[in-house]
């Protein structure tokens, strides 16, 4: 099979390199959203050092940006680019293994010279010899030096001429790919409202990056992604924090309360808080508190006083939040606790992505302590099931842990913007003044939910904490009887919330020989791998995984009819263990993936081939 | 409102041991709380009572208004969350010195250090009940606890510098026997705005008896306090003959007697609870037995803007000025395209 000439013709792959300073993600960013613009399908992942600022030219300090854009369905951000920019030795080092066989290499000529070749660690003085990219097609652009004389007339100091090379080497892409100017001159407009002195240069030199391309013949094709017909309708470029800020803020729009976030900075969480704290016009409240704890408690002590409450955190950040997610079990409040996984244990691999939290998720409380789990799939789908989320933890009174990862929370893509009046109302069981029926543990027979009634509400003055309640009046009990009802009865209502969650759907037939069965970030690689066979007409059919626990009703149902079922994931196989649990007589083959990146498509569709042969 | 001691009294059966300090506290919080209700006009139910762990967290379940009972050491950022959630509320928090200062010292100095509009009853009695008699971050240098067989190797806390050193805007002391001044102090933290912090010293009659018996002592209370009040010369004693003025050699506060070395009430300083300066305060809070007395009543009371009514406030001005004003409208703004 020959993917190359496939890609050529529907996608391309383009990785921008260079040191962490260079503005390799902006760069990226404007190409993907112009691509967007134009109506291609787009996908992006920014691969960034945990170092802010490594030391200039090394390895550590590279920052990649790749961005998949295409004609069809796009939801991966590619496995490997067709065009890498690099603009030094390092970006060219750290990100060759990224590179296709025969991918076209943009290099800054200025950048590469004895001193820097050695810094960033090449044995000889041949980096592309090397690197074994000596029959690539390579463009040596003396991109500094071009960007130098491009604004030589600018009045810009040397400093913010040279930071500008950026935009001459995104303007090289926009000849190849024949790209138009006015998104990214409108981008200027708007970027540099307080200095528009920046303006007219920055335009200059993306202007002249092209030309330079187009006069040199710098390479000996130009490209154009046809786009497709797209669904009618306004759309936009989103990330997947972004989106899950957003549907936190819908959530509580719908429910017509305030939304409450107690947070703690950490990788990659931390820009949900960032994002929320803007939309303080939309009833958010936002506290950066003094830890992971306070970040929980602040918002368990907001849940009781009635807002809809939310923290934000990574792994290790879940890790702290573990007793008082038990806490917001016993007082059975509405609580959404976002985890943005990473590589773990311990600090691991902070800017990578991982799913290794699932089993913390489910099961790292004292006590029995269940929760409800469901993990988002994409960049724009964590704003549905952030939104979810939020109408799950405050219809059915309980805390909810969203899983989503690195990899969805930084990439981004095209969405078509939703309207809020296609959404669902939530309806928070608040008890009305004058109740003289309330009892702080009785519960509705549909949910099992007890009901929330709010400080500041006469007559409905009551005590709550993490002693175990008694089962109707919610005083502190000791009682064994009660303890085993207590529990038996928080699992029963967990497990109810099944009845409010769709069917777990298949892509593909429902039955076949092998079902793939994935859940989470991994949605693009999984269905793009399987999406090729099936068209290679392959008996290979897909179930994603949104709602974990507890998981939808017809799961026994759709593991019958696959002569083998293979989970894969990016873990050691904690789905996989937790199916087996509940699915003892299934037999789940495993394909795990522990490096802190995604899987490939490439490597999926190999593994699949095999198991299907 | 009107209401008596009896509409505060929750209908839970009280499990502290007979002689417990904690009793004389809840005794002055259900007479502050109809005098708090009446002079700030407040209905029972904007109460809310928050607590941790230890025995005085159980506190909440015994009073008949709102009450959260939280996990331990986490009081204070749990009640910073039903403050901010909502700033109607009048919010309690019932904290112990091992909740407070040792396991939740963290929350504890941020809630300070923020202002936020809560109070505080930190009960201190120097060791571990519930758990039976451990050493605490208060217990003294020395001190034979179960898990100290041999004495205590490290200094404790004085609560009151931790809190003055937070720039905390309200520092009260009593003594779980002095009722009548427990509710005054309670009556003046609910009217502060700011995080008000009440240490009650508290005697555990199982693991710490006479915890403060060298202050308590109904012989010898009033030589060896001083209980300050805002306004007035620091004059103590049984037959209110000593005071206290600067030594200005040392820079440090000294006990005179009146009418020796021709010593006069005018010589004696004046509290002033109100000076944004927290050096004399701090000073006051420090005092130690046997040499100086230890300073009861309200030590510091400043006013600072309120966490609550910054968030509140910034709220307001930032809905005042946004062109968004729904989720739609959010969806909606910044780079967006049509495809036809």
């Known amino acids: ?613 | 409102m009107e209401y008596n001691q009896q509409d505060f009294k929750s209908s839970m059966e009280i499990k502290w041991c007979p002689g417990c300090g904690d009793y004389a506290v809840y005794a002055a919080v259900q007479r502050a709380l109809p005098v708090v209700a009446k002079e700030l006009n407040y209905t029972k139910e904007r109460f809310a009572f928050v607590s941790g762990i230890g025995c005085s967290s159980r506190f909440p379940y015994y009073v008949n208004c709102y009450g959260f009972h939280g996990i331990h050491g986490r009081a204070s950022a749990i009640s910073t969350g039903v403050k901010v959630a909502n700033p109607h509320l009048s919010v309690w928090q019932i904290t112990g010195d091992g909740d407070a200062l040792a396991i939740g010292g963290n929350h504890f100095i941020h809630a300070i250090r923020r202002n936020i509009d809560i109070n505080i009853l930190l009960f201190n009695n120097q060791i571990y009940g519930l758990t039976k008699g451990q050493y605490s971050p208060t217990s003294k240098l020395g001190m034979i606890t179960k898990t100290s067989p041999y004495g205590t190797v490290e200094h404790p806390f004085n609560p009151g510098e931790l809190i003055i050193g937070a720039r905390g805007t309200f520092f009260a002391r009593s003594l779980d026997v002095e009722i009548k001044l427990s509710t005054e102090i309670m009556v003046e933290a609910a009217k502060h705005d700011g995080t008000s912090v009440m240490e009650m010293l508290v005697n555990c009659v199982i693991f710490n008896d006479k915890a403060h018996g060298y202050i308590s002592d109904r012989e010898n209370r009033e030589d060896r306090t001083i209980v300050l009040h805002h306004g007035q010369p620091m004059i103590f004693g049984k037959n209110r003959d000593r005071g206290l003025v600067l030594d200005k050699d040392n820079m440090k506060l000294k006990v005179v007697e009146l009418g020796k070395n021709g010593i006069t009430e005018n010589d004696i300083l004046v509290h002033n609870a109100e000076n944004q300066d927290t050096g004399i305060h701090m000073m006051l809070a420090g005092m130690k037995m046997p040499e100086m007395p230890v300073a009861l009543g309200i030590i510091r009371k400043v006013n600072d803007k309120t966490y609550d009514d910054n968030v509140r406030d910034q709220l307001e001005e930032v809905k005042a000025k946004a062109k968004v004003h729904c989720v739609d409208d959010l969806l909606n703004s910044g780079a967006t395209w049509e495809v036809e």
């Open chain 1, 1 to 613: 099979m020959d993917i190359t000439k496939r890609i050529e013709i529907d996608d391309v792959v383009i990785r921008f390199s260079g040191d962490s300073g260079d503005g390799m993600q902006l760069t990226g960013t404007l190409f993907a959203d112009t691509a967007a613009l134009l109506g291609d399908g787009v996908s992006t992942f920014p691969d960034y050092p945990a170092e802010i600022r490594a030391p200039q030219g090394t390895v550590s300090g590279v920052s990649g940006f790749q961005v998949h854009i295409g004609s069809g369905i796009i939801c991966t951000p590619g496995d490997y680019c067709d065009v890498l920019i690099a603009m030094n030795p390092a970006a060219l080092r750290a990100n060759a293994k990224w590179a296709k066989k025969g991918a076209t290499i943009i290099v800054d000529a200025d950048e590469f010279n004895e001193k820097t070749v050695q810094r960033a660690g090449f044995a000889t003085l041949n980096p592309f010899e090397e690197l074994g990219l000596q029959d690539n097609n390579i463009i040596m652009a003396p991109i500094t030096s071009l960007t130098k004389e491009s604004l030589k007339d600018s009045g810009l100091d040397n400093k913010a001429i040279v930071r500008s090379k950026n935009m001459f080497a995104l303007g090289i892409c926009y000849f190849i790919y024949d790209h138009p100017f006015e998104f990214t001159f409108k981008y200027f407009k708007n970027k540099f409202k307080k200095k528009p002195e920046l303006i007219e240069p920055n335009k200059k030199v993306l202007v002249d990056g092209y030309n330079y391309a187009a006069n040199t013949h710098a390479h000996a094709n130009t490209y154009k992604v046809i786009s497709k017909k797209k669904d009618k309708g306004t759309y936009r470029s989103i990330s997947g924090n972004q989106a899950t800020a957003w549907g936190l803020i819908a959530a509580a729009e719908k429910a017509n309360l305030p939304l409450f976030c107690g947070s703690y900075p950490i990788t990659p969480a931390t820009n949900i808080l960032e994002e929320l704290a803007i939309h303080k016009n939309l009833n958010v409240k936002t506290l950066q508190v003094e830890d992971e704890i306070a970040g929980i408690c602040t918002a368990i002590g907001a849940a009781f006083a009635g807002n809809f409450a939310v923290t934000t955190t990574s792994g290790p950040g879940l890790s702290l939040k573990s007793e008082a997610l038990g806490l917001a079990v016993m007082t059975e409040l509405p609580l959404v606790v976002v985890d943005v996984q990473r590589g773990g244990p311990s600090t691991g691999l902070p800017t990578k992505t991982e799913q290794s939290d699932l089993s913390q998720a489910l099961y790292g409380r004292n006590g029995e302590c269940p929760v409800v789990v469901i993990a988002a799939s994409s960049p724009s789908d964590c704003f549905h099931y952030a939104f979810q989320s939020g109408k799950i933890a405050m219809e059915h009174m309980t805390p909810v842990i969203l899983l989503t990862d690195g990899f969805i929370a930084n990439g981004s893509e095209p969405w078509k913007i939703p309207s809020m009046k296609d959404y669902p109302a939530i309806s928070p069981p608040i008890v009305p003044e004058g109740d003289a029926d309330y009892k702080p543990y009785k519960r509705d027979a549909l949910r099992l939910a007890r009901r929330w009634a709010l400080p500041e509400t006469k007559g409905l003055e009551h005590r709550i904490g993490g002693l175990e309640k008694d089962f109707i009046s919610g005083e502190a009990s000791h009682d064994p009887v009660n303890h085993q009802k207590m529990v038996d009865i928080r699992a029963a209502k967990v497990a109810l919330v099944q009845d409010f969650i769709p069917n777990q759907e298949i892509i593909g037939e429902t039955g076949g020989d092998l079902l793939v069965v994935g859940w989470g970030g991994t949605f693009g690689h999984l269905f793009s791998a399987v999406d090729y066979l099936q068209k290679e007409g392959k008996k290979i059919s897909l179930a994603h995984f949104n709602y974990i626990n507890p998981l939808p009703k017809n799961t026994d149902e759709i593991f019958k009819n696959f002569k083998t079922i293979i989970v894969c994931e990016l873990n050691l196989g904690q789905f996989a263990d937790y199916l087996r649990t509940k699915f003892y007589n299934v037999r789940f083959e495993q394909y795990n993936k522990v490096q802190g990146l995604p899987f490939t498509v490439i490597e999926l569709k190999e593994k699949f081939e095999q198991l299907l042969k």
